[in-house]
Structure formats: C-alpha cells, structure tokens
C-alpha cells in the first residue's frame, strides 16, 4: 500500500513540474531573444573575464513584454532595462511590432577582472504580433525606466471578432 502511495506522489509530482515547464514554455519563448556583438557593443575579450560560460560572440535575455488592448488602441510594453532610447529602432510590419536595438557594455573605470557576466550586451531584434490591424503612422511611444511603451491606435476601432468555424 505504501509503494503505491509514493507512486501516486511522484506521478503527481511529475505532472505538476510538467505542467509548470509548459506553462514557462509558452509565456517566455517569445521574450527569449538572443543579442549579436555589434560594432559598437565593446564587449572585453574572453581572456579578462573569469566566467567559464561567457561567451562574448553569444548572448541571451528575456525581454519581457505585455500587449494590452481595449476598444481602440493596443498598448505594447517591452522591459529593455539598461539601454538608451536612442539605441531602439521600431517598426510595425504586417501584423507585428519589431523591435530593434543594441545594448552596449560599460567598462569600469578602474583596473581589475570580471568574475560573472551574466548580462546580455549587442544587436538584437524582438519580434511582437498584434492581434489587430493599426494605424503604426499614428503610434505615441515612450521609455521610462527601463520600459518601452509602444500605443498603436487600431484601424477598425472595435474588440477584436472571433470566428467560430463548423467542423465537418
């Protein structure tokens, strides 16, 4: 009786780590984005950081984002922390926002060495889909604290329609 108790605590364990894993999955695959040394990234060569996964030719960061919309307008917010606005680029193509940019790395003023290196730094490109049409000639964009906010004003005012389609 017991070992089929423990069984049943484990398959439950699984199933909840499992369930969490997907969810993570589909809330941050799209934040994930990856950065490319640019020409203006001056990044410090491999040799003067003690990091063993630094890699100063890759890097990886969430970009974490929210699409809000209402009757008239979407409102898109991308946390770019550590960049200027004059570093970003926008432009709405088809039925997405795209954001691009390049984070550039700060050296110390001081002598010594770099013992962890866990930020992303360089070129990278972000690419958000709009649930609706929108007028991007019309957009108001800001960047307050780290927080690019981006409102699109839609082409055909109104909640987005859902469709339901028989299946024969």
Known sequence: MRFDNL????????????EGGRHLWRSAAGALTRFKPGDATNLPPAAAVDDTAYIPSQGWSMLGGDVFEDDQRLVVRIEVPGMEKEDLKLEVLDDALLVHG?????????????????????NFRR??????????DEARVSYKNGVLR??????SPGRSRAVSIAVE
């Open 127 to 136: 690419r958000i889909p709009l649930p609706a049409e929108v007028k991007a």
């Open 7 to 18: 069984k049943e605590n484990v398959e439950t364990l699984w199933d909840n780590v499992a």
């Open 150 to 155: 981006v409102e699109l004003p839609k082409s």
């Open 102 to 122: 390049e984070k550039r790395f700060a050296h110390e003023s001081t002598e010594g060495r770099w013992r962890v290196m866990q930020c992303a730094y360089g």
